[in-house]
């Protein structure tokens, strides 16, 4: 790490974190940062922990030893600092602090409109139906104007989430979140499935999101990777393997020998 980095605050800390499932050690030891307005990739084979560490974030998985605190809030103006352990938060808690997290598959209300799913995703709305009785504000209203554009959704506002393609209904569950306002953005494989065109565009959208926010992202596809990171870390067999650029891991002889020996380390990404 830089010594300028090394003066700012991480909006995460990642210590010594272990979980075991059935006596299988999905993670061992993990000790990483996430700082704020950076891009930090996770990559690694099938197996290698990532997902599973990004549920132990969010409050989905509990770890058997370890914490993670979290600085909430840090350059983002919306919340004051803390120092909170996630390890011993509820999940909707962690989301209401501040973490948002977008699955691999987009998870959008396709019957809805472009608007209503942004409108439903404000903070405080319980459900559908209170969502769609409720009348935002003006304020909220300006928000939302603001991300769809961000997204590059403003002039599908009125159509049904159905009628998007593939990377649309992405960049409208990345919207959904962001309405959120949270302090991280978790994404999980944000780009499968999606052509060239729409890869570039969802790269293009993160690099903005980490103006404001930390960005943490699981992906195999590498060229995505060296496009967009800050910061990667290699994952092995739950451990982490090696931790820099995206042009330092990948020339690492380490991440070279674990991805060339499972037959998998391509142009176009992980297997």
């Known amino acids: 790490m830089s010594e300028t980095n090394s003066k700012i605050t991480p909006v995460i ?20 940062k996430i700082m704020p307005n950076k891009v930090h990739f996770f990559i690694g084979p099938n197996g290698a922990g990532k997902t599973t560490l990004l549920d132990i974030i969010c ?30 938060m509820r999940e909707a808690d962690i989301v209401n602090e501040g973490i948002g997290r977008k699955f691999q598959a987009p998870s959008v209300f396709t019957s809805l409109t472009v608007w ?17 009785l409720f009348r935002i504000s003006e304020k909220q209203k300006k928000r939302i104007e603001m991300i769809l554009d961000f997204i590059s959704l403003t002039e599908k506002k009125d159509e049904k989430a159905a009628s998007l393609s593939h990377g649309q209904k992405q960049w409208l569950e990345i919207g959904m979140l962001l309405v959120q306002e949270p302090a991280v953005v978790l994404l999980d494989e944000p780009v499968a499935g999606m052509g060239k065109a729409e890869t570039e565009k969802t790269g293009e959208i993160i690099k903005k999101i980490a ?26 067999e739950g451990k982490i393997l090696t931790e820099g650029s995206a042009a330092q891991v990948l020339a ?20």
């Open 13 to 32: 800390e990642i210590n010594d974190i272990s979980v075991e499932f059935d006596g299988f050690k999905a993670l061992s030891d993990v000790n990483t």
């Open 211 to 236: 103006k404001q926010y930390a960005v943490v992202v699981v992906e195999h596809d590498m060229e995505f990777v060296k496009a967009v990171a800050d910061t990667v870390t290699v994952m092995h």
């Open 59 to 88: 409050g989905k998985t509990k770890p058997s030893n370890g914490k993670i605190i979290y600085h909430g809030g840090i350059d983002v103006g919306l919340r004051q600092y803390t120092n909170m352990d996630l390890t011993k």
């Open 252 to 271: 690492d002889e380490k991440v070279k020998a674990v991805y060339l020996g499972r037959g998998k380390f391509h142009k176009s990404g992980v297997a």
């Open 116 to 132: 209503e799913n942004m409108e439903i995703s404000l903070k405080g709305q319980k459900n559908v139906i209170s969502s769609l």
